[in-house]
């Protein structure tokens, strides 16, 4: 895959069957929690951790 940016931040995300609705398309729902998902993943890979505080 083409990246725009010379290093993208990519996890890999495994589609499970209770994501496939029954128009057999993955939930929007489940993009969400993908969004989320990764957005956790990047933040803690540059060293800012969910325990920080909030302000």
Not at 5 to 29: G, K, T
């Amino acid at each position: 895959m083409e990246w725009a940016l010379p290093e993208p931040f990519v996890i890999d995300i495994r589609v499970a069957d209770e994501a496939i609705d029954a128009y057999q398309h993955v939930n929007n729902s489940e993009y969400l929690r993908w969004v989320e998902q990764i957005s956790w993943a990047h933040s803690e890979a540059l060293g800012l951790s969910r325990a920080l505080p909030r302000a």
